[in-house]
């Protein structure tokens, strides 16, 4: 599959279930990058520590209902943020619309996310391949927005010695994957040093899930 020639699509399909869509979310960000600054502001990004001890390549916090955390007793979701203790702000209308749109243009009707992951990528930055697994609910898709510069993002399969495609990421491209390929691994290659002229020298993703 040439992903380069078909990125002017309004969605390249990478397997069964999943969808590339680039610049979806475009016509969102004027409102949601705001909102970004916002919360990173009040609700700073951290590092979270791997249940190996170790410190995650990237920085993360939340928004929603339920929050991804990750410890030394393992990967899980909760209410409240682990830093300060305070519940997750709630998910602002706009963000949960793009969510619902996206999902609907890949053909899942009906998305209600109650979490919002925010991986804030650096240069030299990654994320090794992994399954999204530690929902309760896997009928729901997962949607994934990107912001500022660019990544390779890796689309696998069921194991994670299947091959995987790389699909060249930009603001504002959504990938969204659900059904067969709910449970497929995925990630992201080093980061390379870029400057976003709104967004800076980072990627900002946006991972809504239903967990619940």
């Known amino acids: 599959m040439d992903l380069f020639s078909e990125q002017q699509s309004s969605q390249v399909e990478l397997a069964e279930g999943a969808f590339w869509l680039p610049g979806f979310a475009l016509p969102f960000i004027g409102m949601i990058w705001p909102y ?28 929603g209902d339920f929050g991804w955390v990750s410890s030394l007793r393992g990967y899980s979701y909760s209410a409240t943020n682990p830093a300060n203790n305070l519940h997750w702000p709630t998910l602002p209308p706009v963000i949960l619309q793009l969510a619902a749109e996206a999902a609907q243009a890949a053909g899942y009707t009906h998305f209600v996310p109650d979490s919002c992951l925010i991986n804030i ?13 530690d929902e309760k609910d896997f009928s729901q898709p997962i949607v994934s927005v990107s912001l500022g510069i660019p990544a390779t993002f890796l689309f696998g399969g069921a194991k994670r010695s299947d091959k995987s495609i790389k699909v060249p990421l930009n603001h504002g491209d959504v990938v969204v994957w659900g059904g067969p390929s709910r449970r497929f ?25 239903k967990t619940q």
């Open 36 to 63: 970004l600054q916002q919360h990173l502001a009040l609700h700073p990004a951290q590092k979270m520590t791997t249940p190996s001890g170790y410190p995650m390549s990237v920085k993360t916090t939340s928004i």
């Open 121 to 133: 990528y650096e240069p030299g930055s990654k994320m090794g391949l992994h399954q999204d697994k």
């Open 185 to 209: 691994y995925h990630g992201i290659t080093t980061i390379k040093p870029d400057v976003h002229p709104v967004i800076g020298a980072q990627r900002i993703n946006l991972t809504l899930r």
